[in-house]
């Protein structure tokens, strides 16, 4: 008792399941929840749209981006085994499931759909 896991113990310990399950986890709520269409998460990425259809923004693009690099990366890349910075796409990945989140239509309470599964244990 008393030791709480840090988010990084949160998630699996190998690599290359945690960047499969965080794509396949953000193409589903793409797919879902905001029209996406394409054959991969980069392609998802660019046809997304919110409930009002505009584009998801940049900056939230630019971070998913980021995490579809390291994934191609680690995928691809012979000599790439490891995730450069195992906390930071952590990190990412939960922001971008959370700014993800608040692009939903809002519920009759006001609040964005808080169903939204995002969670790649």
Same mark, same amino acid.
């Given at each position: 008792m008393g030791n709480t896991p840090t988010r990084d113990q949160l998630y699996s310990t190998n690599d290359f399941e945690l960047v499969i399950r965080a794509s396949k986890q953000l193409e589903h709520l793409l797919e879902r929840d @905001?029209?996406?269409? #394409?054959?991969?998460?980069?392609?998802?990425i660019h046809s997304a749209k919110d409930y009002r259809g505009n584009p998801l923004p940049g900056n939230l693009s630019r971070q998913m981006k980021r995490l579809v690099r390291e994934r191609n990366q680690l995928i691809h890349n012979i000599d790439y085994n490891n995730i450069m910075n195992?906390?930071? @796409?952590?990190?990412? @990945?939960?922001q971008a499931c959370d700014e993800l989140k608040r692009l939903l239509p809002p519920t009759?309470? #006001?609040r964005g759909r808080q169903d939204s599964d995002c969670t790649i244990l």
């Open positions: @905001f029209q996406a269409t #394409g054959n991969g998460l980069g392609e998802k195992r906390s930071q @796409f952590i990190k990412d @990945f939960e009759q309470t #006001g």
